[in-house]
């Protein structure tokens, strides 16, 4: 059984940066790929970024390219979500998940586990 604890969410100014973190337990972590997902009030659920087994591949969603970084470090068993430049509509509930599976993919269905989530609220 995998479980997927995250952290960092917050209160933040738009234009600041937050990181959040995921700590991925109960099995092999290199194993899988990694994504990072969100759902504000009211929407559906959407991708972030992806990130596969070795960390070399990342993938993001056009809302978020060039303002956040997926990265990975497989010694510590952690998703990291480096968010910079934050907006107004960045404002969600982030969710991090687990594929088991070296290949990332842009839609939850593909996803085994998932986080209990982090709030991130952006105010002007």
């Known amino acids: 059984q995998v479980q997927l604890v995250e952290s960092g969410g917050g209160l933040v100014q738009a234009g600041g940066s937050l990181r959040l973190s995921c700590v991925v337990s109960g099995r092999t972590f290199s194993n899988y790929a990694m994504g990072w997902f969100r759902q504000a009030p009211g929407k559906e659920r959407e991708f972030v970024a992806a990130?596969?087994?070795?960390?070399?591949?990342?993938y993001y969603a056009d809302s978020v390219k060039g303002r956040f970084t997926i990265s990975r470090d497989n010694a510590k068993n952690t998703v990291y979500l480096q968010m910079n430049s934050l907006k107004l509509e960045d404002t969600a509930v982030y969710y991090c998940?687990?594929?088991?599976?070296?290949?990332?993919?842009?839609?939850?269905?593909?996803?085994?586990?998932w986080g209990q989530g982090t709030q991130v609220t952006v105010s002007s």
């Open positions: 998940a687990a594929r088991n599976s070296p290949y990332y993919s842009d839609s939850g269905r593909e996803y085994d586990c």
């Open positions: 990130i596969g087994w070795t960390g070399r591949y990342t």
